[in-house]
């Protein structure tokens, strides 16, 4: 074991890699901080689940208008650049969230106005970001810079719904004043990776926007990988639900719902810190679908839960099923995409990573206010076990894949 982790830290030694991914450690826990400030204050406002889901389709909407143009950005212009202005935009929505509740008169349609410059800017950095990461490393060195990604990743999730549900209890300004921070850090950090060199520009045409759509239409491996990723949240996805799970349901205020929120980054980031030590290396797609199923058992059980720690270990579960599925996915759509056009198949996965989490969002929203709550989370988790059989069956050869492919023109 000693002299496992040196190894399994490597990719931590290249210094634009090293910079890239503290940034969005420091994002993803502004992100999460965000999330449990605004869909307390909302349901706080309203006490209407409909209004929970609502925000994720503000979001939704300018992200998947967006994100097919974001990833031919990131193809033909500085990364860097694209990130620090995807950044920039958000700060620009928790700067409006902060006057809205410092103000004291927060209204919720400025709300969700300021949820949809976040969505954008999220539309912006997701392909850029997945494309960047192979220029920071060796192809040798990139399953390692992956599994730190999503340990790191996984480490901001846990930690920011703790810290956002503790400083809401000076109030939510103070929440959206610390993430505002946060994210114009990462605007530094990410403007101090030196520039990379990028593809020759072209004139713009919708045929090249694209590319990427086609490109994971050919693949069918990556296909199915990310189309099982987004049927499995999007009717799995309980986490919009999570405020009134914590308030009418367990009861445990604006801190028990950090504690919920942080459950699932607990369990992917164990399984990620698993990962970054132990690579898979074998019988990957039987790993893959185990994942989103255990996914949806840890769905129904949660939905089924009024005790807070089982509540907490079932969150737990669905983090770890879900991280093998994010690890697969990010490996097969980085390694078989060429760099020229990875930017583009990048901002294909955010649409369906998107469309599972936001659309998701919506669809718990409104599940929930039409079925009742614990229903609408229950029928999510059979909804989601359905799924992996079927794709089991559409897709055998995601079922019967082995060993992950290997690195095709990574630098």
């Keep these: 074991m000693s002299w496992r982790l040196p190894r399994a830290l490597h990719a931590?030694?290249?210094?634009?890699?090293?910079?890239?991914?503290?940034?969005?450690?420091?994002?993803?826990?502004?992100?999460?901080?965000?999330?449990?400030?605004?869909g307390w204050q909302l349901y706080a406002i309203t006490h209407d689940p409909l209004a929970l889901g609502l925000?994720?389709?503000?979001?939704?909407?300018?992200f998947v208008?967006?994100?097919?143009?974001?990833?031919?950005?990131?193809?033909?212009?500085?990364?860097?650049?694209?990130?620090?202005?995807?950044?920039?935009?958000?700060?620009l929505s928790a700067g409006v969230l902060f006057w809205l509740a410092w103000s004291n008169q927060p209204r919720v349609w400025a709300m969700y106005v300021a949820m949809a410059f976040f969505g954008a800017g999220r539309a912006f950095w997701m392909p850029a970001g997945q494309a960047i990461t192979p220029k920071l490393v060796p192809p040798a060195v990139f399953p390692n810079a992956v599994a730190?990604?999503?340990?790191?990743?996984?480490?901001?999730?846990?930690?920011?719904p703790g810290v956002g549900g503790a400083l809401y209890l000076l109030g939510p300004a103070v929440?959206?004043?610390?993430?505002?921070?946060l994210l114009l850090l990462a605007m530094v950090l990410v403007l101090a990776i030196k520039p990379l060199a990028r593809s020759p520009r072209a004139a713009w045409q919708l045929n090249d926007t694209l590319e990427g759509l086609r490109f994971v239409l050919r693949q069918r491996v990556v296909l199915g990988a990310i189309s099982l990723d987004l049927f499995a949240v999007l009717f799995g996805g309980a986490t919009a639900l999570l405020p009134i799970f914590a308030a009418d349901v367990l009861r445990v205020g604006p801190v028990g719902l950090g504690l919920l929120r942080a459950a699932p980054g607990l369990g992917a980031l164990t399984l990620a810190a698993g990962l970054a030590v132990y690579p898979l290396?074998?019988?990957?797609?039987?790993?893959?679908?185990?994942?989103v199923a255990v996914y949806g058992c840890a769905t129904l059980v949660?939905?089924?839960?009024?005790?807070?720690w089982l509540s907490l270990c079932a969150l737990f579960c669905l983090g770890a099923g879900d991280m093998v599925s994010i690890y697969v996915?990010?490996?097969?759509?980085?390694?078989?995409?060429?760099?020229?056009?990875?930017?583009?198949?990048s901002a294909v996965n955010a649409i369906f990573i998107g469309s599972s989490n936001e659309l998701g969002e919506f669809e718990s929203g409104v599940t929930a206010r039409y079925f009742g709550l614990v229903p609408a989370v229950l029928l999510g988790g059979v909804a989601t076990l359905l799924v992996v059989v079927g794709f089991r069956r559409w897709f055998p050869e995601l079922r019967t894949m082995d060993r992950l492919p290997e690195a095709v023109s990574t630098r």
């Excluded at 925000?55 to 300018?62: C, E, K, R, T, Y």
């Excluded at 290396?281 to 994942?291: A, E």
């Excluded at 949660?302 to 807070?308: E, L, P, Q």
Aim: charge should be positive.
């Design 12 to 38: 931590l030694r290249y210094r634009d890699f090293a910079l890239y991914t503290t940034a969005r450690f420091a994002a993803t826990l502004a992100w999460q901080m965000l999330s449990v400030a605004a």
């Design 55 to 62: 925000a994720g389709l503000a979001q939704f909407l300018p």
């Design 65 to 91: 208008t967006l994100v097919l143009p974001a990833g031919q950005v990131a193809d033909v212009a500085d990364r860097r650049l694209v990130l620090a202005g995807a950044y920039a935009c958000e700060v």
């Design 148 to 160: 730190i990604n999503g340990t790191l990743f996984q480490t901001a999730a846990i930690g920011g």
């Design 175 to 181: 929440v959206y004043a610390a993430t505002a921070g």
């Design 281 to 291: 290396k074998r019988h990957v797609g039987r790993w893959l679908f185990s994942g």
């Design 302 to 308: 949660f939905g089924a839960s009024r005790d807070m």
């Design 329 to 345: 996915r990010h490996l097969l759509v980085q390694l078989q995409t060429p760099d020229a056009i990875r930017g583009r198949v």
